[in-house]
């Protein structure tokens, strides 16, 4: 089984976004992880690529990806799991999810590298802009950027990277990051959680199946 941002469920909490909040990082991951990921990892287990605590029926014996590193809590929910192994994308979420289940992983945050590339522009024309959701910016996180930097926030992901492209320096977290640096952006940073930019490193979503398939291998003993 595989719940993904196709259940019904999660289609109707992302109408009811708003502010561009529908096109956030987890929906686009969650594509890319049942496109590139799934396929090319071996296992008997489900695969659970969205948050969804709405749902009654939890699939036991499912593999989780944990999209949000700054609230743990949001996932107490996963206590209604059984046997299920939990995929992180920084250590020190994966480190936190401990009290969540015993079987945790940690996976560093992939992208779909030749996609990207193909939005790639031989001379930018503009300067610095942020890309991401305006809550990254917002004063709850803290992490403010200048004044006069664009601001890349609300559009379809196709569209933010074409943008994107346009520009010499980007500040961005996650996979937002990754892309820029794809895209051939020198990325800046702006959240204090993030300062040393180096942590967003470019990995494929294949290669990245490939590490998930070693490290469930040794969690399952193979299969």
């Known amino acids: ?8 469920l999660y ?3 992302r109408k009811s976004l708003t502010n561009g909040n529908q096109y956030n990082g987890a929906y686009y991951y969650s594509k890319e992880i049942v496109k590139n990921i799934i396929p090319n990892v071996k296992t008997d287990r489900n695969w659970i690529t969205i948050r969804l605590p709405e749902m009654t029926d939890h ?14 809590n949001y996932y107490a929910y996963l206590r209604d799991y059984k046997d299920c192994v939990l995929v992180c994308s920084l250590e020190s979420t994966a480190y936190n999810m401990r009290f969540f289940s015993d079987k945790v992983i ?4 992939s992208v779909d590298v030749e996609q990207v590339k193909k939005y790639r522009v031989k001379e930018k024309t503009k300067e610095v802009s942020f890309a991401g959701r305006l809550v ?15 601001i890349l926030t609300g559009m379809p992901q196709a569209k933010l990277l074409r943008e994107m492209s346009k520009y010499k320096k ?11 640096k794809i895209l051939g ?18 990995l494929d979503n294949k290669e990245a199946a490939k590490i998930l398939q070693h490290k469930l291998n040794l969690i399952d003993g193979g299969f």
Request: aromatic fraction near 8%; proline fraction near 11%; charge should be neutral.
């Open 1 to 8: 089984m595989i719940i993904d941002h196709t259940n019904p």
């Open 11 to 13: 289609v109707k909490k």
């Open 59 to 72: 699939p036991d014996h499912s593999i989780v990806f944990i999209h949000n590193n700054r609230n743990p």
């Open 106 to 109: 940690y996976l560093p945050l």
């Open 136 to 150: 990254k910016i917002s004063p709850m996180y803290h992490a403010p950027v200048p004044k006069d930097c664009d």
């Open 170 to 180: 980007i500040y961005a977290t996650g996979r937002t990051a990754i892309q820029a």
């Open 185 to 202: 952006c020198e990325v800046l940073a702006h959240d204090p959680n993030f300062m040393d930019t180096r942590v967003w490193q470019v």
